[in-house]
């Protein structure tokens, strides 16, 4: 069977001192040609130590790093291709561009290996490819943050690398630029079926641009799913609170369904009776009908424009959100009556 893989990592660890913590532990995953994985997780969870290891500026401790068919990185060989053998191309987090060349040239540094004769079309082609064909001649202080990103994702892109790299690109771009710059940039790589992996914390920003979503915590893969998938069907409560808000309330698995404060829920797990479980719930499978006899209170709310989160305290002194459209709005201290509609059950084992 042929390995369609365009990268391929297996078991790959990396250390930082001999009796260190891994920054990467056991990590093995898999990236298709023209797929966008994202690996997204917290602070120190080794998102950017697994991206340098691809691109090759960290040696593994262990494992082997695959790109193209190729290994690039095999602690057990000690086979190490450099960085720029690696036909990788990466996009920094500050952009690391030359202040001192123009953006025509800062594009073509990237392409300093290859023949003179075709770098000028080249650079031509990339400009005109991220909306930046008027501007060659400008230089990195006279451009927008906008625009500095994309000279350095045209940069990155200009020797047509087997696999783009990106570093947290928007973290350093307002909200309204961001998620513009997030579209421009996966249209332009939808369109060069480039093939891409970039880290973030930012869970927004992996939902929307990704095929498929790499939840890290602590250097170890919690879950690698399409976005859907890790959204609706978490395999643990990290990565359930990690992508999205999440509640989670304790239940008893019966023959009717699962109990618990807000509702009976369906047993799709098919758990045992009388197993005791958590069940995650989210703010928009949670409502609610103010009434004056109801055992929940409305303890705090967010006015958000197009919703309005709720914060909901049950008998028990649990706290639930519940999402609701803004126009209808409800003061704190409010009685209500909550009821939950789940359309994709998520049960965990209780602790």
Request: glycine letters at 10%; proline letters at 7%; one cysteine or more.
């Amino acid at each position: 069977m042929t390995d369609t893989a365009l990268l391929r990592l297996e078991r790959v660890t990396r250390r930082f001192g001999t009796d260190a913590t891994p920054a990467v532990d056991g990590l093995s995953l898999a990236v298709g040609q023209g797929r966008i994985l994202a690996l997204l997780g917290p602070s120190g969870c080794g998102k950017t130590t697994t991206l340098r290891l691809i691109a090759g500026f960290e040696p593994p401790d262990e494992g082997r790093v695959t790109i193209a068919g190729r290994v690039v990185a095999d602690a057990a060989t000690g086979a190490h291709v450099e960085p720029e053998e690696r036909g990788v191309g990466v996009v920094f987090q500050d952009y690391a561009l030359f202040p001192h060349l123009c953006v025509a040239d800062n594009v073509a540094f990237g392409l300093a290996g290859a023949p003179r004769a075709g770098r000028a079309g080249r650079v031509a082609e990339v400009l005109e490819l991220v909306g930046l064909a008027d501007l060659g001649r400008r230089y990195p202080h006279e451009l927008s943050g906008g625009q500095q990103q994309r000279v350095a994702v045209a940069r990155a892109l200009a020797p047509a690398p087997a696999l783009l790299l990106l570093d947290e690109p928007f973290s350093n771009l307002d909200a309204d630029l961001r998620a513009q710059m997030r579209d421009e940039v996966e249209k332009i790589l939808r369109a060069t079926g480039t093939t891409a992996l970039f880290v973030t914390h930012d869970q927004e920003e992996a939902l929307t641009i990704a095929d498929e979503v790499g939840v890290l915590r602590r250097g170890r893969l919690e879950q690698l799913a399409p976005p859907e998938t890790i959204y609706h069907s978490p395999a643990s409560p990290f990565v359930a609170e990690f992508v999205g808000a999440a509640d989670f309330l304790p239940g008893v698995v019966t023959p009717r369904g699962i109990v618990t404060e807000v509702g009976v829920f369906d047993n799709v797990d098919g758990r045992r009776p009388g197993e005791p479980v958590t069940v995650m719930i989210r703010p928009d499978d949670v409502t609610f009908l103010p009434d004056p006899a109801g055992e929940a209170v409305i303890v705090r709310r967010w006015f958000r424009g197009s919703e309005t989160l709720y914060r909901l305290g049950l008998p028990s002194g649990r706290r639930v959100h519940s999402s609701q459209p803004s126009a209808a709005a409800f003061a704190t201290g409010t009685r209500v009556r909550p009821e939950a509609h789940a359309l994709h059950v998520v049960t965990f084992p209780a602790e």
